[in-house]
C-alpha cells in the first residue's frame, strides 16, 4: 500500500518529465477487473472501473483530490463496455464523487444497470452519458476523446485520446475488449479506421495471450455439432454463461443453426441471461443489419411458435422441463437446481479461458465438457493490431500473467516497440522520443485453409502469395519441408540443390514411383495433358498411369 502511494503521490505531482503516465489500478491478471489511471500532460482520465472493491481507489483519488486544485479526482471516466470486470465498480465510485463525469457509448451507458440487478432500481441512478462513435469531443483545452466501435460486446468501444501542446500532439488508444472478427451479434473491430492515427501509446488487451484460435465459424460448427450429438442420445444440455454478450451469441447460434432450425427442441433461458436478451431487444436498432433483418421476419430471442422454441424459465418450471433440451443461465447460478432427478443425463458446457469457476462435485452429476468460442481475438489478431498502429509504447492488460509475459516474450514485439505489463498499483512512465522510427509494417499475413482426408492433409493458401515473385523460388521444386515451431507448424519450400544434396537421413521420394518423383509435377500440380489428374493439385505421394520419372531430380536413376 505504501508503495501505492508514493507512486500516486508522483503521478499527481507529474514529478517525470514525461507528459504521459499511466497508473493502472487493476489489470485483470486474476478477477480483480480493469482501472486505469492516465495522466496526459495536466489532465487525468480514468478508463475502466472493474474493481469490485472500489475502497482503495476511491481513497487513493480523495488524496490526489485534496493535493490538486480541481476538487475532483480526475477530469473524467470513460468506459469501454458493459461487462463487469470493466464496469462494476462504477456505481460506488459514482456515489462516492457524484460530480465525476462518466462516459461511455449509447449502448453500453444502457447496459450498464445489469451490473446491479440485485440492487432495487431506485437506488441505481443514471449517471452515464452517452457519447456519439466516431465523433471527436472537445473535453477539455486541447484534450480529444474519441470512441470507436470495438467489437466483441454491442457498445464496446475503443478510446482514442489526442493530446495537444504547442509542440506536438500525443494520442493514446485503449483498446478495452476487442474482437476483430464478426459475431452473431457484434460486428468486429474495423483496422482500417484506425490505421494512419500516429499513435504513441496502446493500451491493449492480452486475454488470449499468443493463442491461435480456429475461425469463428468453426468455432461454431464444433460447438453446435457437440450440442447436436448430446440431444440425438437424449441428454440435455446445461450452458452457464455470464449475463451479458456469449448468453445471446450462444441463442442466436443455436436458433439460426442448421442442426436445429425447424428441430422440435426447448431451448430455456434462466436469470440475468434472459434479462440480457430483453436488453438486447431494447437495442435492436443498434445491432448488425442481418441481425435487424432476422427480428423483421420472426422474433429476436422469445418464440414458442417457431422450433426450436425460445422459453423464458421460470423457478417453479426447473424440475419439470422435457427432456432433452438446453438451458442457458448464469455462470454464477447453482447448476443443482437443474440436475433434479428423473430429468435424464446431463451435459454440462463451460466456456474455455473465462473466469467461470468449475466445482470439481459436477462431475459426479453431469458430464463436464469445455468449448471454444472466442469473444476476444487471439495472438496472431492482438499483433496484427499493434503492427498496424506502430505505437512507441505498449501496454498489456487484462490476462493472466503467463498469457501476457508470453506476449511480452515475442522478439516480433521487442524489436519494435517498448514493451509494458504492469502490475496493479506500478506506474508505467511513457516518454515518447521525437526522433523515434517508426517500424516498418510486418510482412502480410495470409490465411488458408486445411483440409483432412484420410491421411492426406491439404493445406490451401490464397492466390495473393503466388502473385509473389518469391513464389517462384519457394515452389521450383514442388517440395516443402515442415517442422513444429510452438504450436505453429512452419513450412519451408526445398531447392533443387538441396534435393541433390540432401543428408542420407533426410526422407527422399528418389526410389518411389509417385508425383513427387514425376517429370510432370511442378507446384503440386500435375501438366501432363495424358494424365487424368492434369490440372489438379496432387499430394506427393500420389500416382496416375501416366508417371513419367523426373530424370533432372533424380540422376541416380
Not at 498499483?425 to 516518454?431: D, I, N, S
Request: charged residues 20%; proline residues 7%.
Amino acid at each position: 500500500m505504501s508503495d501505492r502511494l508514493s507512486v500516486s503521490s508522483r503521478f499527481d505531482a507529474g514529478e517525470t518529465a514525461s507528459e504521459l503516465e499511466c497508473l493502472p489500478f487493476g489489470v485483470h491478471h486474476d478477477d480483480e477487473g480493469v482501472c486505469l489511471l492516465v495522466r496526459m500532460g495536466p489532465h487525468r482520465i480514468l478508463l475502466d472501473c472493474g474493481l469490485a472493491d472500489v475502497s482503495t481507489l476511491v481513497q487513493e483519488l480523495k488524496k490526489s483530490a485534496r493535493r490538486g486544485s480541481s476538487p475532483e479526482p480526475a477530469d473524467f471516466v470513460l468506459v469501454s463496455h458493459a461487462h463487469p470486470d470493466h464496469a462494476r465498480g462504477l456505481l460506488a465510485l459514482h456515489k462516492a464523487f457524484p460530480l465525476l463525469p462518466i462516459y461511455a457509448s449509447e449502448v453500453t451507458s444502457k447496459l450498464l444497470p445489469l451490473n446491479w440487478l440485485e440492487q432495487p432500481p431506485q437506488e441505481v441512478p443514471s449517471f452515464c452519458q452517452a457519447l456519439p462513435l466516431r465523433s471527436p469531443v472537445e473535453f477539455k483545452d486541447g484534450l480529444v476523446a474519441e470512441i470507436i466501435p470495438g467489437g466483441h460486446l454491442p457498445g464496446a468501444v475503443a478510446i482514442l485520446l489526442t493530446y495537444t501542446t504547442k509542440e506536438r500532439s500525443y494520442r493514446l488508444l485503449y483498446t478495452g475488449d476487442f474482437f476483430l472478427s464478426n459475431s452473431r451479434l457484434v460486428e468486429g473491430l474495423r483496422l482500417e479506421e484506425l490505421r494512419g492515427i500516429e499513435l504513441d501509446v496502446l493500451i491493449i488487451e492480452g486475454s488470449y495471450g499468443t493463442s491461435r484460435h480456429p475461425h469463428r465459424r468453426t468455432q461454431e460448427n464444433q460447438l453446435a455439432e457437440r450440442i447436436n450429438r448430446a440431444i440425438a442420445e437424449r441428454c440435455s444440455v446445461l450452458l452457464p454463461t455470464p449475463a451479458l454478450g456469449l448468453g445471446q451469441e450462444l441463442l442466436m447460434l443455436l436458433r439460426s443453426h442448421h442442426y436445429f432450425t425447424g428441430r422440435d427442441l426447448d431451448i430455456w433461458v434462466d436469470g440475468s441471461v434472459a434479462v440480457g436478451c430483453d436488453a438486447y431487444l431494447e437495442l435492436l436498432s443498434h445491432l448488425p443489419p442481418s441481425v435487424q433483418n432476422f427480428a423483421r421476419h420472426q422474433p429476436l430471442f422469445w418464440d414458442e411458435r417457431i422450433r426450436p422454441r425460445v422459453r423464458r424459465m421460470q423457478p417453479e418450471q426447473r424440475p419439470d422441463v422435457s427432456n432433452p433440451c438446453i438451458i442457458l443461465t448464469d455462470s454464477t447460478a447453482d447448476l443443482n437446481e437443474y440436475w433434479q432427478n428423473g430429468t435424464g443425463y446431463w451435459l454440462t458446457l463451460f466456456p474455455e479461458k473465462t473466469n467461470i469457476k468449475i466445482n470439481d462435485q459436477y462431475s459426479r452429476v453431469t458430464t463436464v465438457e469445455t468449448y471454444l468460442l472466442a469473444q476476444h481475438s487471439d495472438g496472431p489478431g492482438t499483433t496484427q493490431l499493434i503492427h498496424n498502429l506502430r505505437p512507441q509504447h505498449v501496454i498489456f492488460v487484462h490476462g493472466s500473467p503467463a498469457y501476457l509475459a508470453d506476449l511480452t516474450s515475442l522478439e516480433e514485439l521487442q524489436n519494435r516497440y517498448h514493451l509494458h505489463s504492469p502490475a496493479a498499483g506500478t506506474l508505467v512512465e511513457l516518454p515518447i522520443g521525437e526522433t523515434f522510427l517508426q517500424p516498418a509494417a510486418p510482412e502480410t499475413n495470409y490465411e488458408g485453409e486445411l483440409t483432412e482426408l484420410g491421411t492426406v492433409v491439404t493445406i490451401t493458401l490464397p492466390d495473393a502469395i503466388t502473385a509473389d515473385p518469391r513464389w517462384r523460388h519457394f515452389a521450383d521444386t514442388g517440395l516443402i519441408e515442415a517442422k513444429w515451431q510452438g504450436e505453429d507448424l512452419v513450412l519451408r519450400g526445398l531447392s533443387q540443390r538441396e534435393l541433390l544434396n540432401q543428408n542420407s537421413d533426410r526422407f527422399t521420394w528418389s526410389d518411389i514411383d509417385c508425383c513427387g518423383t514425376c517429370r510432370h509435377q511442378r507446384g503440386q500440380r500435375c501438366w501432363n495433358p495424358a494424365s487424368p489428374l492434369y490440372n489438379f493439385k496432387v499430394t506427393l505421394e500420389g500416382y496416375c498411369p501416366a508417371f513419367e520419372r523426373n530424370i533432372e531430380k533424380n540422376p541416380e536413376s
